[in-house]
């Protein structure tokens, strides 16, 4: 019984109902507009049977031409949309593609919502008034030959149904409205949700943030939470130990220094990375097309070596190589220092190969640890793409080694 | 004397570490290693009674370094894990394997120091609520379906209550004053529900039983 009931007395319901009438009131001003746009055709008004007939559905196409063509701006869109998703409750978000099909769907939906709301509006209007009139006739005084259609009936017991007819109708206006309700709001994520295409980009875009965020964080737990960590322990040594071991208390001292302006300079650039980032949403991503430029920029000496068509590489692999040879020239540049570096790029049928070497140079002091954290993030990235990744000395030089499978469909 | 060891890839961890502990009269290093393989055999070699071990180490890090030595050795030492953040996967994993209870690398000299005493006396779980909170992050992460083990039907009552006052941190005396039993009683049936649970020692009870389900973390 509650389960019956609860629908009629949910707001859900009512707003849904709200977005019907809304339906219907639009009608009226299309209504206006379409006979005005009809009169200008004349009216000889002497048409009969077939031709009455083929008017009139001529006519009504005409109107829904009409509202199609009203729906397809941008405009109406949106504001439909926002009807919908307020008062009907779907979809959670709107799409905004502008493609063509996305448009005709919205329009679509536009229409039957205005033809509904319009049917759904003499519905609203007659069922309270019939059901009204069925529990007033039986007690109506009758004169005792009624003319009219009901007469056999309003002059018979009969007429003791007809509220049972009043309740019934109620009941199934009731319940229209309910289950009009719930088919609008299961097919709006269809007519005005974002496309497949939008969900997509969507999901790779809290995908993309969510790799980010895990990358500062593990910048700052590695950097500024290793330095801090030494800092902390040095301290709380130096201050116990200070009266028998001042050798010791001094040289902490050293290295909270030390390890505090690492700590300010990893800092320095986890912001850096921040700013960066913010950057970076706002221009578009980079790609082997732009190595060129990013290989003018290091000033390190550079030998590159393609192979195959880079052009028809997925743009996913193809930003994320950008990316591997950029942080890698970083590195170069922060551990080895002016050195050579040799860049391969193979573009197979199946994967992208990516070679970066350089001799290695002297162990510059303060760069522990800061290779591999950024090498950690491409690592991430690159097992995300299902790829390989290899990094670490070989003889006398740092190899870092990458291959990517080329997947159709990777975008 | 207890002998204590310092096992941290980073030497100023190990000198500032090192500095604190053997200023006591009670303490002695007796040992550093730089990884976890370095760690394992310096520990077979040295014997040291506790180890503060460092959790994140390249090669053989600290949580495989535990497991290790805790398998392989005959009456390992305790072990106690030295991390940097509280909030840290590794710290449980850790805990998992065996080590008896952690620490951070920014507590005060002193909680460094009891941390150390109390491990050896291994009569009170370290940290209660930090272990509690790292159990609920963990079931909010896998979602702790399963069956529950067979332990559960056989602990007896008076068992699962001890187990439930050890997760908040109470001594064995502590809570023999709270069931009104003696010290006595309570040691065996640390003891007993240990040996049922398959437990090392009560942090790791204590972690299984937040694990199954037996208490509930949150």
Redesign the interface.
């Known amino acids: 019984m509650k389960r019956l009931l609860r629908p009629l007395i949910s707001g859900t319901t009512w707003r849904r109902f709200s977005f019907l009438v809304v339906g219907g009131a639009i009608f009226i001003p299309f209504l206006v507009l379409y006979v005005a746009f009809l009169s200008l055709f004349g009216n000889n008004g002497a048409h009969h049977g077939w031709t009455l007939a083929l008017l009139i559905m001529l006519g009504i196409a005409g109107f829904v031409v009409m509202l199609v063509l009203a729906g397809l701006f941008p405009v109406v869109r949106a504001l439909e949309g926002a009807f919908t998703k307020e008062l009907v409750g779907a979809p959670e978000v709107l799409g905004e593609d502008r493609s063509w099909p996305a448009r005709a769907k919205a329009a679509a939906w536009f229409a039957a919502h205005v033809i509904t709301g319009a049917a759904y509006g003499i519905a609203c209007i007659g069922a309270p008034s019939v059901a009204i009139w069925t529990f007033v006739v039986p007690f109506h005084e009758r004169p005792a030959a009624e003319r009219g259609d009901l007469a056999p009936i309003t002059n018979s017991h009969w007429v003791w149904l007809l509220p049972v007819g009043g309740v019934l109708l109620t009941l199934g206006f009731l319940y229209g409205t309910v289950l009009l309700g719930k088919i609008a709001a299961r097919l709006a994520p269809h007519a005005l949700g974002p496309s497949a295409q939008e969900r997509i980009e969507a999901v790779e875009r809290r995908a993309d943030a969510l790799a980010e965020r895990n990358r500062l964080a593990r910048e700052l737990?590695d950097s500024v939470?290793?330095a801090?960590?030494?800092v902390?322990?040095?301290a709380?040594?130096?201050?116990?130990?200070l009266d028998?071991?001042p050798q010791?208390a001094k040289?902490?001292l050293g290295?909270i220094e030390e390890?505090a302006r690492t700590a300010l300079e990893d800092l320095d650039h986890v912001l850096g990375l921040l700013r960066e980032e913010e950057r970076s949403r706002r221009t578009p991503q980079r790609t082997l097309k732009d190595l060129d430029e990013l290989l003018g920029n290091t000033g390190l000496p550079i030998t590159v070596d393609c192979e195959g068509d880079l052009e028809r590489i997925p743009a996913a692999v193809s930003r994320e190589a950008y990316r591997i040879v950029q942080e890698g020239l970083t590195n170069v540049a922060k551990h080895a220092g002016h050195v050579p570096v040799s860049l391969r790029l193979a573009a197979r049928t199946a994967e992208l190969e990516l070679d970066l070497t350089n001799p290695r140079g002297p162990a510059l002091p303060g760069s522990r640890g800061l290779g591999g954290r950024g090498l950690n993030g491409l690592q991430e990235r690159v097992s995300v793409l299902r790829g390989r990744m290899w990094a670490g000395p070989e003889a006398d030089l740092w190899r870092v080694s990458v291959t990517i499978p080329i997947t159709r469909g990777t975008t | 004397m207890t002998t204590v060891m310092i096992v941290d890839d980073?030497q100023?961890?190990r000198?500032?570490?090192?500095?604190?502990v053997a200023?006591e009269p009670d303490l002695d290093v007796v040992g550093e290693a730089a990884d976890g393989a370095q760690a394992q055999s310096e520990i077979a070699r040295l014997r040291p009674d506790v180890v503060l071990m460092d959790v994140r180490m390249p090669g053989v890090d600290g949580i495989q370094a535990t497991r290790n030595i805790l398998e392989r050795q005959p009456e390992p030492p305790k072990i106690l894990v030295v991390t940097?953040?509280e909030n840290d996967d590794y710290v449980y994993d850790a805990l998992r394997a065996g080590a008896s209870g952690f620490l951070l690398?920014?507590s005060?000299?002193e909680e460094i120091l009891q941390a150390i005493r109390m491990v050896v006396q291994g009569d009170i779980l370290l940290f209660p609520a930090a272990i509690r909170a790292l159990a609920a992050a963990r079931q909010d992460q896998v979602a702790s379906a399963g069956r529950a083990p067979r332990w559960h039907g056989q602990l007896t009552d008076r068992e699962a209550e001890v187990l439930r006052l050890m997760s908040t941190g109470l001594s064995n005396a502590e809570i023999g004053e709270t069931l009104f039993v003696s010290l006595q009683t309570v040691k065996t049936h640390v003891g007993n529900l240990l040996a049922k649970l398959g437990a090392r020692d009560r942090t790791q009870a204590v972690i299984f039983a937040y694990e199954s389900g037996f208490i509930q973390p949150k």
């Open positions: 737990h939470g290793h801090l960590s030494i902390t322990v040095q709380s040594a130096a201050a116990r130990v028998q071991d010791f040289q902490a290295a390890s | 980073e100023l961890i000198a500032g570490l090192r500095a604190i200023a940097t953040f690398k920014r005060r000299p």
